[in-house]
DNA sequence: GCGGTAATTGTACAAGTGGACAATAAGGCT
DNA sequence: AGCCTTATTGTCCACTTGTACAATTACCGC
């Protein structure tokens, strides 16, 4: 018959699918058959590795989470402290942001996934208060609390996000001037530097999922 | 039997039990016969009244909507333009927001849904022009691109809210701190002037429901 | 090769879903 | 009063869902 996988790779490729239907059709609407259909076997064989449907989408989100914070980390370490900063805001693929927004939605009712992103999200703010210190320390920007700041910039970055992904009522381009102003303005940075700053979109860091 | 209803009168009636039960489970788990139990009625009888599932629940959000718009620009007339601002942003209860975040979510794959979502959207942003201009107006404040303003502001109200109800890392207090510090910093604004006008919570329009 | 472990299959089932529809009964109109 | 519209009920159906499980069949160590 058809050739046979291990047990750690086939796991991480039922992972995979799952995250990749979850990014479509909603945490919600997510079924084992599907998720069975996106790989190619039979549902039967998800129960296999997952004891339940609860626990293989919890898993899939748990997964993409400590796979993006890796990611992101190793992204943004090599560039210059402006760029890092610009880099961090810059949008993100649709399919990133989507699975977020559905998180946040489902989170009230499922505490797996209010844990998981609980964790991402300090996370993040951690990142980016990071990436202030970096910028304050080479004298280019000022912040009185930096927590205070990355705290309201993730704010804005993710409502941003919904605006764009979610409603598609801005473009990328205002999306950027948006929030890489605001960071401009409660850094104290001049105005454009972070736009001027702002590398190459490196996009698709999320394509192999 | 039971008393009999007008059509009208339960027409309403199934439309705010199917808002309360998508603030509670979500847009995707709303079942009919879960509304025709929230109602007290048999399942067949949701049916009646309207053609479909989709059709109820694409109703039951554009009503929402339309209802909320009224009210929101009612509740904010009579008052000072500072607390008219500092009122639109202060926090609005938590069944009201879980269900714009749904709807965020959903929206991507619902095209009805999206719609609604959009002319809300718009309305609350032209809402919030209207009160940037009425503080400029009556020289409180500046505001050199009000629209822009607008936008930040309400992408900014929109990711704290996530923060604060979906996530709960923030409480009401720092939510309000984050959005009217924003806010006055973006206007021109004395710090602390829009706390110090902030009016009495006025929660609870939404309870109704 | 041979045997056992486990990855994989296929099928079965109970529960719940949206939708359809005939039967009933309440209430307004003449 | 009787009638006729229609709100309301109860039941039925085809389908999908998650879960369960026995039967296979590939692979790995001996």
Chains 1, 2 share one sequence.
Do not use: N
């Amino acid at each position: 018959m058809a050739e046979r996988k291990t047990s750690d790779e086939r796991r991480d490729e039922i992972l995979r699918a799952t995250l990749r239907l979850v990014a479509t059709k909603g945490f919600a609407s997510v079924t084992l058959r599907d998720v069975a259909a996106e790989v190619g076997v039979v549902h039967g064989l998800i129960r296999h590795y997952y004891a339940s449907r609860d626990e293989l989408v919890a898993a899939a989100f748990d997964d993409a989470v400590t796979r993006e914070l890796e990611s992101d980390r190793a992204q943004l370490e090599g560039l210059a402290p402006l760029a890092a900063l610009a880099g961090w805001f810059s949008a993100t693929p649709a399919h990133h942001y989507l699975v977020w927004i559905d998180a946040w939605s489902e989170a009230p009712r499922t505490p797996a996934l209010a844990a998981a992103l609980d964790r991402h999200h300090r996370h993040c703010e951690q990142i980016l208060i990071d990436l202030i210190l970096r910028v304050v320390d080479a004298g280019q920007g000022s912040s009185i609390d930096p927590a205070a700041d990355a705290r309201m910039l993730t704010a804005l970055a993710d409502g941003v996000a919904v605006q764009h992904h979610a409603m598609g009522i801005i473009g990328v381009d205002e999306a950027d001037t948006i929030v890489l102003g605001a960071a401009e303005q409660r850094l104290g940075l001049a105005p454009g530097s972070l736009a001027r700053a702002h590398p190459a979109p490196a996009r698709g860091h999320w394509a192999e999922v």
